[in-house]
């Protein structure tokens, strides 16, 4: 499996993101791609988690309402749409993918390089 995460960049507060994580090579087995973030001197965070085939959602509360993943299976990409963007956001921002239900960063197996989100007021 590869993943690969792109979109990051730097807003302004309020402001709106979209990150992209192209997959590849995804086994039939595998059921989600997270999301997680990690910012400086901090653990890594989960964020949010989409089936792999039917699309189900679940995010971290600390996200809920602000940010929205999405699939296009043709295109074998996961997005996440990031609105209302506060400093408190500022993280590098990873996909993964994982066989659980999960919101445990060592539950997924396979990662991809990270992007970075910065928020500024």
């Known amino acids: 499996v590869q993943l690969q995460a792109s979109g990051g960049g730097m807003v302004q507060a309020g402001g709106s993101l979209r990150l992209s994580c192209a997959v590849s090579r995804l086994p039939r087995s595998s059921y989600a791609i997270g999301w997680f973030r990690q910012a400086p001197g901090k653990g890594r965070e989960f964020v949010a988690r989409?089936?792999?085939?039917?699309?189900?959602?679940y995010y971290a509360d600390s996200v809920k309402g602000r940010f929205t993943a999405s699939r296009d299976n043709a295109k074998s990409t996961i997005y996440l749409q990031m609105n209302s963007l506060q400093p408190e956001d500022t993280a590098v921002y990873y996909c993964?993918?994982?066989?659980?239900?999960?919101?445990?960063?060592?539950?997924?197996?396979?990662w991809g390089q990270g992007t970075q989100v910065t928020v500024h007021w």
């Open positions: 993964a993918s994982t066989i659980y239900q999960s919101t445990e960063a060592f539950e997924y197996d396979h």
């Open positions: 989409i089936s792999w085939s039917g699309g189900s959602t």
